[in-house]
T-cell receptor, first 110, second 115 residues
Framework: AQTVTQSQPEMSVQEAETVTLSCTYDTSENNYYLFWYKQPPSRQMILVIRQEAYKQQNATENRFSVNFQKAAKSFSLKISDSQLGDTAMYFCAGYSTLTFGKGTMLLVSP | NAGVTQTPKFQVLKTGQSMTLQCAQDMNHNSMYWYRQDPGMGLRLIYYSASEGTTDKGEVPNGYNVSRLNKREFSLRLESAAPSQTSVYFC??????????????FGSGTRLTVV
């Protein structure tokens, strides 16, 4: 069975600081994809960043970057220069049929 | 705007009633999915359709049926609603490609309450 684990139910950070959200996974697939999704209070699911497992280079999208450690099956999300609008639930997800972790609620305060 | 459209956005049902959640996408995506979101549980896959004419069970299919009506539309039916099916339901679609992964595009969700 494929599993995705997010061990931090909640995190807090102040504006302009950097925060890292953790995610570990387990799969028997050789070629797979990993994603981070953001869900603000509006409930909309927004793709933040994705990583292809066969690529060694970590994905980056503006202030968002990942630390992908394939051997350790770890896929953490780093948010730099945090903004109030980053306040949301963040979900790690992956594989060919998207499997989600339980989410991390991130609160960015002034 | 292009994307995934779900209807209705909110619904209240009585136990034992039936209803169908509608989902349509206009991005010419091959694959479509239904998820439910419960507090503290993340999103769990109910059913998916990898391509037109095929459907498969996900993690939590009991109590649900689906129909891939055509390439655009993928509906989810509750034949006899139960309070345990109170949840937020999301439809998603994805372009399938052997050589590249695309992110999933989600609808805005349906909040269903069964009383």
């Amino acid at each position: 069975a494929q599993t995705v684990t997010q061990s931090q139910p909640e995190m807090s950070v102040q504006e302009a600081e950097t925060v890292t959200l953790s995610c570990t996974y387990d799969t028997s697939e050789n070629n797979y994809y990993l994603f981070w999704y953001k869900q603000p209070p509006s409930r909309q699911m927004i793709l933040v960043i994705r990583q292809e497992a066969y690529k060694q280079q970590n994905a980056t999208e503006n202030r968002f970057s990942v630390n992908f450690q394939k051997a350790a099956k770890s896929f953490s999300l780093k948010i730099s220069d945090s903004q109030l609008g980053d306040t949301a639930m963040y979900f790690c997800a992956g594989y060919s049929t998207l499997t989600f972790g339980k989410g991390t609620m991130l609160l960015v305060s002034p | 705007n292009a994307g995934v459209t779900q209807t209705p956005k909110f619904q209240v049902l009585k136990t034992g009633q039936s209803m169908t959640l509608q989902c349509a996408q206009d991005m010419n995506h091959n694959s479509m999915y239904w998820y439910r979101q419960d507090p503290g549980m993340g999103l769990r896959l109910i059913y998916y359709s990898a391509s037109e004419g095929t459907t498969d069970k996900g993690e939590v299919p009991n109590g649900y049926n689906v129909s891939r009506l055509n390439k655009r539309e993928f509906s989810l039916r509750l034949e006899s609603a139960a309070p345990s099916q109170t949840s937020v339901y999301f439809c998603a679609s994805r372009k399938s490609d052997l050589f590249k992964s695309y992110g999933y595009t989600f609808g805005s969700g349906t909040r269903l309450t069964v009383v």
